[in-house]
C-alpha cells in the first residue's frame, strides 16, 4: 500500500443534513470541535463511524460527513462493540448524554468502559432530558425542579466519572462544551488512547436547564471553581494561579499557596496503576465545596478487549480448521416458517414512506429562550450583518496566473489573501500568506512557470455580506481563521475580513460603552 | 454585564495567546521556515541566549524570501524585524490591545518580568476573549450559516 497524505479539511467533515438543535445549544460547540479534530488524525473519512444512541446529543451522526448509526436508546455502546469487534481497522465512535447512556444504556456504558473495547465514547452532560422536553436526568442535582419531579429530584445525582473509575476504565478525560480548545486537546488524546476513552463534557441545555455549568463555565467565576489537570503537576487552580489541593488524611482540602508550599500539594499522575487518584479527583465535586477537575483523570495501557478475542479466534480456527456458519444453524431442530400473510407486511401508512417524522417546536419554550434579550446579549449585536464591517475590497486575480504573478499581487498590495476566480468571475479558490510559507517557499524554483492553481485552496469556506459577525467571530475563534472571504449569491468574491477588522470592529464597539 | 470592565480587569497573561516557532539568532531563513512548517505556526521569534531580538512571519516569508533563493541561505537575522514591540504578561490586556491596533501590529511577543518570552499577542486573543463571554451566540452555531432548521428536536 502506498502512503497517501489525506490533506481533510473540517469541511470534509461537515455533511449536508439540516441540522436540528435550539439555536444556541452546546452540542453545537462539540460538533464544531470534532470537525476540528478529526481531520487532523490522518485517518480516511471510510474508516471513521460515528455510534449514537437516542436523545438530542444522539443526532449527531447526521452532522458528520463519515459513516454513522443513530441506534437504540441507551445501545450505542452494544453496535460499536460488535462494530470494532468484526472490523477493528474502523475508528468508532460514540456518541451519548446523561440520559441515554447513564440510564437505560447505563449497563451498557459500564460493561464496555470495563472490557476496554477501542472505543471513543463522548457522554453530552447537560443534566436534564432535552428531547422528550425537559425531565429530570440520572446527573441533575438533588432538588431539580421539571416537569417530572415539580417538588424537586429526590435522586442523589450519578457521578459518571466516579463510576468510569470504578470498573477500571483505562482513560477518563472530562471538559466543557464551552472551553473550546480544551475540548479539542481532550477529542485528540481520546482519539489517540489505545482502549476505551471516555470523555464527559459539560453541555448547556438552554432550553430546559440553562446554566446547570454556570460555577465551570462563565470565564468570570470558572477558574475558581475547576482546576485543570497536568499530568505529573501539583494540583493549582485560581486565576492567579494561588490556591491548591493538598491531602489532608484522606481527604483533599484546598490551601492558599500563600500559606503552603507547593511541593505539600497533591501531584497528578495520569498513568497511577490503579484508580485511587482519579477516584479522588471524581470525588472533588462543586456541591461539595471543591474545584472539579478538568483534563485527563486517567490514561493508562491495558490490554485491548478486541487484539485478544482475535487472538483468540486465530488460535481457535488453527486449532479446529475454519467453522462453517451455516452448518451451525442447521446443525439442531430448525425449522421454515411460510409467509401466508404476504402483501401485509410494511405499509400501513404509518411512517412507511421512509420520512424522519418531525417533532413539532414548542412554542412555549421556545419564546421563553428567543423573547429573554436580558442576561447576556453583547453590546454590540452578534446578529449583526458582516457589511456593517466594511469588509475591505477582495484582491482578484484568474485562476490561470503564475505562482510568481500571484505572490508578486500579494506583495505589491501587501495583503495576506487573493482569491482566484474562474472565467465567470466566480470563486474556484483562494491563495494566502500562509500558503507562500507553508507550500512554496524554497520548494518552487521557477515561479513563473508554475501555475497558482496546483497551490491554491479550493473548496473554501466563505461567507456572504448578510450574514452575521457570530459567523465569523465563530469560524475565527474556533476554526483560527485568519481572513473570511465573503462572496455574493452566484460565488462572485466580493469582500474580505481580516482578523484585525474583526477585532476593531470589537475592540471599537467597547471603546464607545 | 459590562465587557469593558471585564477586559479592564484582565491582564495579558490570562488572553489566549497564539503559539509560535523559537529559533536562535543565527539559524538560517530555510532552517527557520521548516521549523515553522513543521510546528504549523505562522510567526517565528528569534532570540539569543533566552532574549528575544526579532519577529518572522509569513509576511516576511512573502515579501523577502519567496522570491528571492539567495536568501534561503542567510542567517534570519538579516530578513527578521529586529527589536519588535513587546508586552510584559502583566501588563493591562485592554491598554496591551490598543497598542497593537494603534501601532497595525498583528504579532505581538509577550514577555515574563525577566525579559523571557511566554507568548504571541495576535488578533485572536480579542476575539476568543470576546466569544468565550458569548458562548450561545458564538460557539454553539451549526458548522454553515442557514445548516439549522426550524424544526427543533427537543425545546
Ligand atoms: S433541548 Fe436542550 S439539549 Fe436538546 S437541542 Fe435543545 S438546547 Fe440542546
Redesign the interface.
Known sequence: MTEVTLNLT?KDF?SD?????????????I??QM?RVLPELGIPKEDIVFISGIG?SS?FPY?MDTYGIHSIHGRAPTLASGLKLTNPNLQVWVITGDGDGLSIGGNHLIHTLRRNIDLKIILFNNRIY??T?GQYSPTSLPGTKTKSSPMGSIDPAFNPTAVAVGVGATFIARTA??D??HMAEMFRRAAHHKGTSFVEVYQ?????NDGAWDYA?N??TKHENIIYLEDHKPLIFG?NKDKGIRLNGIHPEVVSLDEVDESELMVHYEDMPDGSLSYFLSQMRHERGMPEPMGVFRCVDEPVYEEEVLQQIDLAIEQKGKGDLQQLFYQADTWVVEDESSGQNGSNGQGGNGSVP?????EE??GV?FNDEAS?E??FS?TDTLSTLNPRQPLIASQDISL?EA??K??NL?V?LLALVDDNGKLAGVFT??D???K???NV?D?DATPVKDFMTTNV?A??ED??L??A??L???H?F?HILLVDDDNRPVGVL???R???Y??DN??E? | MGQKYDLQHERVKHLDLTQYSQVESGTTVGETVNKMRAEHRNCALVTQKGKLVGIFTDRDVLHKVVSSPDAWNKPVDEVMTPNPFTVTEDDKAETALLEMNKRHFRNVPVLDSNGHVVGNLTHYALIKFYADQFPEALYNLPPNPNQISDSRVGG
Request: with cysteine; hydrophobic share 35%; net charge positive.
Open positions: 473540517r461537515v443534513q439540516m441540522v436540528r438543535w435550539c439555536p444556541g445549544c452546546g452540542d453545537y460547540a460538533l464544531a470537525q438530542c443526532r452532522y432535552g428531547l422536553k462544551a464551552t473550546v480548545k448547556n441545555c438552554l432550553i430546559f463555565t470565564p468570570k486565576k418531525t417533532l413539532g417546536v414548542d419554550y421556545v429562550v447576556s453583547p453590546y452578534p510568481g505572490i508578486q500579494l506583495h501587501d495576506g500568506e500562509g507562500v510559507l507553508r512554496v517557499a524554497g524554483t515561479l469556506t461567507l456572504k450574514d452575521t457570530a459567523q467571530i465563530h475565527m475563534s474556533i483560527k485568519r481580516s482578523s484585525r474583526v477585532a476593531h470589537i475592540q467597547f471603546a460603552n
